[in-house]
């Protein structure tokens, strides 16, 4: 009753007679027609709702709230002031033009604020929305433009209907979709005047986007009509475009719903002829925008290309593996715009230009770059906020960077990080130790595959963005319960096909790591992990950890804007120690290094669904399995998996989950014990996220997760008893052992970058006895960490969790 009370304050209640509160719109009827994209029509949207089951919107509410102390005059009066304020100072400073130009700018500032409010009202009226009063002329638009959507799909003798139920003060709308049998493309004429052109449209036949026994689809055509401008443009059609492309339609000669398409390319009226481009010469002018004591620049022939410079600074083989314009051959526009970018992607110049130059009967492609500053240094301050931390502390990075080097257009950089912050102490529960990280990275960057491929091969390359990157770091870490030391050396080869396919093969990333300096609280804590079957000593015992990897990555649609329907693929292979097959491990036992040999795959997919309503759904599933071999047959302790976290199933915290229904029961509480982290060699989870935005730049979610690690082997001690019983990986009971959490979350959009905060609790606990593993009713507020039971478990991130 409080609700319904609430409800009619807020929306119906001050309607007058003959209005009415849109509450929700349907389609029905739609079977061979994209659902989604007849939503997207709709011209008038019902109030948001936090939850839709809900009849409050806290929108219209914030609104009217707002709207209430909102004082046009009061808002005028005080922008008046302003202005009179600042008029005053501007004549008393006259002279001063410095002055002058700042009072004006803050005057314009100040001004300008106040007519946002005027044009958009008060902060509450900005996040809220005013009643969506029901409008039976947008309905009407929204019916035609289904009407027109219908149409242009093929459905010619489809109709759309409207109906509106009132109940009290609201409406609620049902377009009625009938879209009867569809019109098929059946004879498909094509008519250009020009042979040339037919021979070369019918040769690439084969990615048309309009075939015999398709729906007419006005979306296609207008596809085809962008696909054979660019398959001219890109065999030597300079001047040709889209406007000379025109489609006849005749949905009557044929009948039984069928459509003759006869697809015109027209010549153009002053030539009379569709000309073919061919370049004639390429000039490359390296340093335009650029000023010198010379009086011209010089000049250097290159495989056919012309490099014109104040001065020479780059090697221009390694910029001709970047060019895909030659003397010689015909107009290509993605040629063009593959050069643009592969220069760019050289992080050399500011910008990169080509245009043509057809005068005096010579077709001339000129190429032109600015070069960017050769040094460049970047800094970074700020605080570190993490759900593993329990004192932010403060960080500082750098990075200076170094153009073209050696000439070759490669980038040398020096990056390096210092941070303090307090952590949990690994030895004494509950209490805070602090913690100083320094690290440095050394890093050289070649445009290029280093390794003995040939410059014909290399070339082809070119296309690709290639890149070696040979790089040396060294990290340290100071704790009260220990201090670390890792010295890192990689090799790496990148490249990409477009902006969605990126490629990494890492030949040899070799880490060298010591452990020093441990208190005699933190070995007793070892020597617990040890006992309790985890590999978490491991973690700090001297060791050698090499291996070799290849990750894919496949970016669809541009996941990470949350704007459109998009996903995202990654893909890892990996394998250690493979150079100590080749090499032995003699030398490394020698210095009392641990050494590893396994091999790692590794699958991460994650999907976003915007509705077309209000809100998106969000989802996310990994697999990765690591299989160790050799002489200790275990993993380094950084290449396990590891479940739970912010980025995770969220509802338990950092690396506590599993493995499998492993329980570690504390001895003195008889509780189960999440202090230590829970290392597995198999993944699985799966997470499930609505999101809405809740007010400004605060969004919510909810969501669910699932998921859980193993181990592929039993956990077995020297006594030759299982240290972890439940651990290792069963296909009879896996599926028992998935770990279940939900909560909300909320995250804060600050444009440079986005807050999360997200609440998890327990649902099913694989930890737990059979049959008492559903925990959600045994929920409490009795913290924010995993270590009370059944708590909430708070996570803080920077960025959505996927």
Not at 127 to 142: C, I, K, Q, R
Not at 521 to 539: I, N
């Amino acid at each position: 009753m409080l609700i319904l009370a609430f409800s009619s304050c807020i929306g119906t209640k001050n309607l007058p007679d003959g209005q009415y509160l849109l509450d929700r719109q349907r389609l029905k009827g739609a079977k061979n027609i994209d659902s989604e994209r007849l939503v997207e029509l709709y011209q008038q949207k019902p109030n948001r709702k936090i939850l839709k089951v809900l009849p409050v919107s806290l929108y219209t509410w914030m609104y009217q709230t707002g709207e209430k102390k909102f004082d046009r005059d009061k808002i005028n009066s005080s922008k008046e002031k302003i202005r009179v304020k600042y008029d005053r100072k501007i004549a008393e400073n006259a002279g001063d033009e410095v002055k002058i130009n700042r009072l004006e700018a803050r005057k314009e500032s100040k001004m300008g604020k106040k007519d946002k409010i005027l044009e958009n009202g008060n902060k509450f009226m900005q996040w809220g929305e005013p009643l969506a009063v029901f409008d039976s002329v947008l309905a009407s638009t929204t019916r035609q433009k289904m009407l027109q959507f219908l149409q242009g799909k093929g459905f010619f003798l489809g109709q759309v209907s409207t109906k509106v139920r009132y109940s009290g003060k609201r409406a609620f709308v049902t377009y009625e979709i009938q879209e009867n049998l569809p019109y098929l493309l059946d004879s498909l004429i094509l008519v250009t005047g020009d042979t040339a052109i037919t021979t070369l449209i019918n040769r690439n036949a084969s990615t048309s986007n309009i075939r015999k026994g398709d729906n007419y689809d006005v979306e296609r055509l207008d596809q085809e009509i962008i696909r054979i401008e660019s398959l001219l443009k890109d065999n030597g059609y300079f001047e040709f475009s889209r406007q000379f492309i025109e489609y006849a339609v005749d949905t009557t000669i044929l009948g039984n719903k069928k459509v003759a398409l006869k697809t015109l390319v027209n010549t153009p009226s002053k030539r009379g002829y569709h000309k073919v481009f061919k370049v004639d010469s390429v000039i490359f002018t390296t340093d335009a925008n650029t000023s010198s004591t010379k009086s011209q620049r010089d000049s250097r022939y290159y495989n056919r290309i012309t490099y014109r410079f104040f001065e020479e600074k780059y090697a221009k083989k390694i910029l001709d593996r970047r060019l895909f314009i030659y003397p010689g051959d015909l107009y290509s526009k993605s040629n063009t715009f593959g050069t643009q970018r592969q220069l760019a992607n050289l992080d050399m110049f500011k910008f990169v230009n080509v245009n043509y130059d057809t005068t005096g009967g010579k077709f001339i492609a000129n190429i032109f770059t600015s070069p960017l500053d050769q040094y460049q240094l970047t800094q970074e301050v700020g605080i570190n906020v993490t759900a593993n931390q329990r004192v932010p502390g403060p960080f500082y990075n750098f990075n200076i960077k170094n153009r073209n080097t050696f000439g070759g257009l490669e980038i040398l950089e020096l990056s390096g990080r210092f941070g303090v912050n307090g952590v949990t102490s690994y030895s004494d529960d509950g209490q805070i130790a602090n913690s100083l990280e320094i690290g440095a990275n050394l890093s050289l960057t070649l445009p290029d595959f280093v390794f003995p491929l040939g410059n014909t091969l290399k070339s082809k390359f070119g296309q690709l963005n290639p890149r070696t990157r040979i790089s040396i770091g060294y990290d340290y870490i100071d704790r009260d319960d220990f201090t670390r030391d890792n010295l890192n050396a990689s090799l790496r080869y990148s490249w990409q096909r477009d902006q969605s396919r990126l490629y990494n093969f890492t030949l040899a990333d070799v880490n060298l790591i010591n452990t020093r300096n441990e208190s005699t609280e933190f070995q007793e804590v070892l020597r617990e992990s040890d006992s309790l079957g985890t590999s978490f000593h491991r973690a700090f015992e001297r060791s050698f950890v090499s291996s070799m990897f290849f990750t894919a990555l496949f970016d669809f649609n541009q996941y990470g804007t949350y704007q459109n329907k998009s996903s995202y693929v990654r893909l890892l292979a990996e394998s250690g120690g493979t150079f100590l097959n080749l090499f032995g491990t003699n030398f490394l036992e020698k210095d009392s290094l641990e050494n590893y040999k396994f091999l790692k795959f590794n699958i991460d997919y994650r999907r976003h669904i915007p509705l077309a309503t209000s809100g998106a759904f969000a989802y996310r599933v990994n697999f990765g399995i690591g299989i160790p071999y050799g002489d200790n047959d275990i993993l380094p302790y950084e290449k396990n998996f590891f479940a739970g976290g912010s980025s995770s199933v969220r509802a338990w915290g950092p690396r506590r989950l599993g493995p499998g229904s492993y329980s570690p029961i504390n001895e003195e509480t008889g509780q189960i014990d999440y202090n230590f982290e829970q290392p597995g060699e198999l993944i699985f989870e799966a997470s499930l996220e609505y999101r809405q935005n809740l007010v400004g730049f605060v969004d919510w979610a909810f969501f669910i997760d699932a998921g859980n690690i193993w181990t592929l082997r039993d956990d077995v001690g020297d006594d030759g008893e299982v240290r972890r019983p439940g651990a290792k990986f069963e296909s009879k009971r896996f599926y028992k052992e998935i770990g279940v959490g939900t909560g909300l979350g909320f995250r804060m959009d600050f444009t440079f970058l986005i807050m999360r905060i997200d609440l998890g609790v327990k649902v099913y606990e694989p930890a737990r006895p059979e049959g008492s593993r559903f925990v959600l009713d045994k929920f409490k507020f009795g913290g924010l960490d995993d270590t009370t039971e059944n708590a909430i478990t708070l996570n803080i991130g920077i960025g959505y969790p996927f």
